[in-house]
Every structure is written in structure tokens, then in C-alpha cells.
């Protein structure tokens, strides 16, 4: 058999000039790529503000961050974002490594827009190199604004690096749906517009701007309760839903207390180093034309609801009646109660007027969810014992829906709980008065007796603390807006949506116009002698009555 002649092994790499091989060399130049391209990622670049710092820093589980146009607020939370999902959070609140991020945009149009952008792609900020090292670094618009234009966007804040696999939903319009980190990190991205998932667990949560379902609100904070998770809203201060607002105002409450678990950073356009001034004159401008409301949304970061709100007259330094100046409601007030009979939250309000009718007073509510009549009647009793009432009103919209379990309607079953606990109105006796339908008429009453009048008075008082939850919806309740040649317009009809349950019986209340009534007068506990006469002249015939005849009946002349 023929033999093949032996493979030769290949040659000895040829040594550079200073004895290193090409190979070793190539190896080198990759390295050397590879260092500088980590000295330029985003991340290691980004110079926080001081509002924005401050809010990286905070370790409490639940942060808000309000902003205007342009202030900051949605690179500092992508950027917190993109720190824990690659294991750099300089202040260790999420794990180096297997970690869940869940992110909820309003829709998908946002999440391709805005999202995909801040997290993937480049130019989150612009970058520039220093004039003294030559290092790429931040521009900063204060010492560098005549050299703007040698300037260029930043790298991603995620590095292409890290991305071991991304799932689209669709991918040419930047609808993404989970990306898959190489530490073993995971992001899931949700729209909105859908139910809010269930089922799994995350470190971080971030919700981004004003969403349409706030049902993802208390379903993402329930996902971050196994691994002690942190949850973020960026958003500008015009939420449509009442998950904003009602975060920000647990902040409010808790802003003094060192262990609260929840903090508001508020961040302003005008404070933004990375804008010049020229600009900032120019958008100060044109916001102004749109209106003071519009200016401080955008420029301030503040909550401009009142020209939406419903009643924005209300005032608790004006309507409300301290408890020093009145202690307790007095006997001979007429009294009166409105009923919601909600079965996902029942609500009623008690009020009462003096005799010189100064004024219809609100002095006590229930607010009951998952109410049915028999829970109703438990806890009306409680509140209604030894007073007497001059009328019953209810939402007979809600009276006529039928319960499924009976098919009875529930201000039947209303009333059949109020006769069982023997508690009746002088008016309506066990029943009730239906509630005004008239809209317009109802809620033009309500602004009537909230208006200041010349001499500092109301027609409409509150009773201090006794109506919280009155107050909070108040607070909330909004007109509906419409829009006009693309612009938002509110109406005077009211916002329905969300908890306005305590809002609609104060209508329903104010409607009736509540006046005064003397109420019956109340006799003192009878002694033991007046119920033995009493049953002693039962007992020989006498008269059933209320009076007793002492002595003999004389015979007529």
C-alpha cells in the first residue's frame, strides 16, 4: 500500500518586532475595542441631575416621579431600569443576576415609540469628548453648548452585549415583548390596553406615563411582594384614572414620616441642565398661550385638574365645621340620609339642618363594600340609633337593579332591613324617596350651595373627619371632556368612572333640598308606676290609650 507523505504542521506564527504574534496582537487590538467600547456605554456615562440622583438613591419600595416636558423623569427611570437589569445599580437595591423587570406602557404605539428607544437604541442623551482628556463623556449644556456640534447620540443603556434574546410582537415597529438578558435577566414588556397578567414574579416594576386599565397598578404591586420588589411610575401630571393621583397623594400624607414606603419626586422643565435657555424661553412661550394651567403642567410638574374638577369651589378651610366650634349635633336638628345602594361599594350620608337653616350639614357616611341589604341594615343601625329622621332619599337607578340571588329589587330588601330594626323616617316611614334624576339640575344645586357667599358663608358644611371618604372622592371627581378642533374641552357633565359612589349621594342630597322640620318631641322613660296603672286599667277594661282616668267615671248630665 502506498503511503501518503506526512502533513507537514504548520508554521510558528511570525513574531512582530517586539516578539508578540499577529494572532496574539489581533487578540489585543479586540481587547483594546472591547475596553473602549465599555468606556463609552451609556450607563458608565450618565451624569444625573440633582432631583434625578436623589431619586436613584431612595431605597423605599415605591417611587413616583412627576415631570413636565422634558425634565428628566423618563431617562432616570429608564436608566434605573436599564442599572438593574445588567447588575449596576450602584446602590445594590436588585440582584446582580436572574431577575425579572415587568415594564406597562399605555399602548403599543407608546411602547415603539418610547420603550424600545430608551432602552435599545442609541441616544437616550448626547455624548462628547472632554476637551482636557479627550474621553467620551455627557455633554453638559452649561460649558458646552458652543460645542454642540460635535457632539453624538450616546450608545444604548442596554448593550447590544448583554441581549441574549429578544421575542417581538412586532419587530419593524419596536413592539417588543421579552428580552432575555445573558446574567439571566428577564424584561417583559405590556401594553395597557390588555388585562394585567398574572402568575409571576418581579424585582422591578415600571410604569411608564398615564396607562388605560389601572388594574395593572395593584396587580403589578402584587407581583413584587416575593421578592421584596421595588415599583416606579413616570408620568406626566395629567393622569386620566385615579391610580396616579391617589399614589401620589399617600406620598403627600407620608411625606414627613421617615418609614413610609412610598416617595414623590417632582421634576421641572425648568431645572433640566441639558436644555439652554433660549429654548427653554421659547417652550415657557408657547405653553403660556395655551393657558396657566397648561404652563405649570408641563414647565412645573404640577397637578392641574381644577378646571375639570366637578366642584371646584370646594374648600375645607371654608366648608368644613370644626369639631370645637360645634361638639356634638343637637336633638332638635332635622335630620335626613341619602343611599347609594351600590353592591360593589354602598354609600349614604347623613345630614342635618338647624332650625334657622343657615346651612345643611354633612356630619356622618357609610361606605361599604360588597354591601348586600342584610350588611346595609347591620350598619345603618349602628349609625341611626336614637336619631330621628325626617326622610329616606335613594339612587333608585341602583334601587331597581334586581338582586341575582332573589330577583327582589334592592331598596325592597333596603326597606325590609330598616323595618326589621324598627328605624323609620317621619316621610317615608320604612321607605324611601327616589333620588332626582335630572343631571344638570342635580349637580347645579351641589356648586349653588357650595359657593362662598358675601358674608364668608356656605349653604353646604362639612363636620371635620367625619366624611373621608367623601372627601377623597371630592377630590377626584372630574367633568367629562370632548374634543374640539384637537383640543380637550371638559363639559358639565360629570365623570362617572372610578369611585364617585359618596359624590353622587351628596346630588341626590343637595337635590332634595333639605329644610327644616321640628322633630317630635321626646318624653322621658316612664317610672314604674305610670306601666302598673297602665296595665291595671288594661287589665279591668280601661282605655288602651295613652292616659289613664284616675277615679270614678261620672254618668253624663
Request: charged share 25%.
Amino acid at each position: 500500500m502506498k503511503k501518503h507523505p506526512a502533513i507537514p504542521p504548520p508554521p510558528d506564527p511570525e513574531p512582530a518586532d517586539d516578539g508578540v504574534t499577529q494572532h496574539a496582537m489581533s487578540q489585543l487590538r479586540d481587547l483594546q475595542a472591547e475596553i473602549s467600547n465599555r468606556r463609552v456605554e451609556a450607563l458608565r456615562m450618565y451624569e444625573p441631575m440633582e432631583k434625578q440622583e436623589e431619586f436613584h438613591r431612595s431605597m423605599v419600595s415605591e417611587r413616583i416621579v412627576i415631570g413636565g416636558n422634558r425634565s428628566g423623569k423618563s431617562l432616570s427611570t429608564f436608566v434605573e431600569d436599564a442599572r438593574a437589569v445588567t447588575g449596576q445599580d450602584p446602590y445594590n437595591k436588585y440582584p446582580k443576576e436572574n431577575g425579572n423587570l415587568a415594564i406597562i406602557g399605555k399602548n403599543w404605539a407608546h411602547i415603539g415609540l418610547v420603550v424600545y428607544p430608551m432602552l435599545f437604541r442609541a441616544g437616550s442623551f448626547r455624548m462628547i469628548r472632554d476637551e482636557v482628556t479627550n474621553v467620551w463623556r455627557a455633554y453638559r449644556p452649561a460649558t458646552d453648548s458652543h460645542r454642540i456640534g460635535q457632539t453624538k447620540p450616546a450608545p444604548p443603556l442596554i448593550p447590544p452585549r448583554l441581549i441574549k434574546d429578544i421575542a417581538w410582537v412586532q419587530k419593524n415597529a419596536g413592539y417588543i415583548n421579552t428580552v432575555e438578558l445573558t446574567n439571566g435577566w428577564r424584561i417583559f414588556v405590556f401594553s395597557s390596553e390588555g388585562e394585567p397578567p398574572q402568575g409571576f414574579q418581579a424585582d422591578l416594576v415600571h410604569i411608564d406615563e398615564d396607562i388605560n386599565n389601572e388594574r395593572f397598578v395593584g396587580e403589578m404591586q402584587a407581583r413584587l411582594s416575593d421578592r421584596k420588589g421595588r415599583f416606579v411610575w413616570s408620568a406626566m401630571p395629567h393622569s386620566k384614572n385615579d391610580a396616579l393621583l391617589g399614589l401620589c397623594e399617600r406620598a403627600d400624607r407620608g411625606a414627613d414620616d421617615p418609614n413610609c414606603i412610598i416617595k414623590r419626586f417632582t421634576l421641572r422643565f425648568l431645572d433640566n441642565d441639558h436644555i439652554d435657555n433660549d429654548e427653554k424661553r421659547k417652550n415657557v412661550e408657547r405653553w403660556s398661550d395655551l393657558g396657566a394651567e397648561e404652563l405649570r403642567m408641563r414647565a412645573e410638574g404640577e397637578f392641574t385638574h381644577e378646571s375639570n374638577m366637578m366642584y371646584p369651589t370646594f374648600n375645607t378651610s371654608v366648608h368644613v365645621v370644626s369639631r370645637e366650634d360645634l361638639p356634638a349635633i343637637p336633638d332638635n336638628w332635622t335630620r335626613y340620609v341619602a343611599i347609594d345602594p351600590g353592591h360593589t361599594v354602598m354609600a349614604a350620608l347623613f345630614a342635618a339642618v338647624p332650625p334657622d337653616e343657615k346651612y345643611v350639614l354633612i356630619y356622618d357616611e357609610l361606605y361599604i363594600r360588597d354591601c348586600n341589604a342584610l350588611i346595609f341594615g347591620e350598619h345603618f343601625a349602628k349609625k341611626a340609633e336614637a336619631q330621628s329622621f325626617w326622610s329616606f332619599i335613594i339612587d333608585m337607578h341602583g334601587g331597581r337593579l334586581r338582586d341575582i340571588g332573589s330577583g327582589r329589587l334592592p331598596h325592597e330588601l333596603y326597606s325590609e332591613e330598616l323595618a326589621k330594626r324598627g328605624i323609620r323616617s317621619r316621610v317615608t316611614g320604612h321607605t324611601f324617596i327616589p333620588g332626582s334624576d335630572d343631571i344638570q339640575a342635580r349637580t347645579a344645586l351641589v356648586r349653588q350651595m357650595l359657593h362662598i357667599r358675601g358674608d364668608g358663608n356656605t349653604k353646604l358644611k362639612f363636620w371635620e373627619g367625619a366624611c373621608p371618604n367623601l372627601f377623597r372622592e371630592l377630590k377626584r371627581y372630574r367633568r367629562k371632556t370632548t374634543i374640539i378642533n384637537g383640543l380637550p374641552y371638559a363639559t358639565d357633565e360629570p365623570q362617572t368612572r372610578g369611585e364617585v359612589h359618596a359624590c353622587q349621594v351628596l346630588e341626590y342630597m343637595c337635590a332634595y333640598e333639605p329644610k327644616y322640620h321640628a322633630p317630635p318631641k321626646v318624653y322621658g322613660v316612664k317610672t314604674w308606676i305610670d306601666k302598673y296603672l297602665l296595665d291595671k286599667s288594661k287589665r279591668k277594661g280601661g282605655p288602651s290609650g295613652s292616659c289613664i282616668v284616675l277615679g270614678p267615671i261620672g254618668k253624663k248630665p
